[in-house]
């Protein structure tokens, strides 16, 4: 079982990214997915979340800035980043767990290796 997470960048504010998470060992389109951010000196904290059964959990701060999907034959989620902030800045995180969204990170089992994304102009 694998998570890679990639797709991380410079950007400047306002810019966009999209940031990829591709699963191997497993079918992602039965798990959940949240992807989760770590700035420095900063403790780990979710900003958004795809159930297995089509459901999201949104970070308030990135509601309608940032959205999740998931393709199912590329086994693969994504989180699309727009208007993006200095604010965002940090390492992102992939990760998976067979219940239903939660940004309690302790409840998800496997992680991606983190991908930096830094927002600055």
């Known amino acids: 079982v694998q998570l890679q997470a990639s797709g991380g960048g410079s950007v400047q504010p306002g810019g966009s990214l999209r940031l990829s998470c591709a699963a191997s060992?497993?079918?992602?389109?039965?798990?959940?997915i949240g992807w989760f951010r770590q700035a420095p000196g900063k403790e780990r904290e979710g900003v958004l979340c795809l159930s297995n059964s089509g459901s999201t959990l949104y970070r308030n701060s990135v509601k309608g800035r940032f959205t999740i999907s998931r393709d199912n034959a590329k086994n693969t989620v994504y989180l699309q980043m727009n208007s993006l902030k200095p604010e965002d800045t940090a390492v992102y995180y992939c990760?998976?767990?067979?219940?239903?969204?939660?940004?309690?990170?302790?409840?998800?089992?496997?992680w991606g290796q983190g991908t930096q994304v830094t927002v600055s102009s």
């Open positions: 990760a998976t767990r067979a219940a239903t969204c939660s940004f309690w990170s302790a409840g998800y089992d496997y």
């Open positions: 060992g497993f079918t992602l389109e039965s798990y959940t």
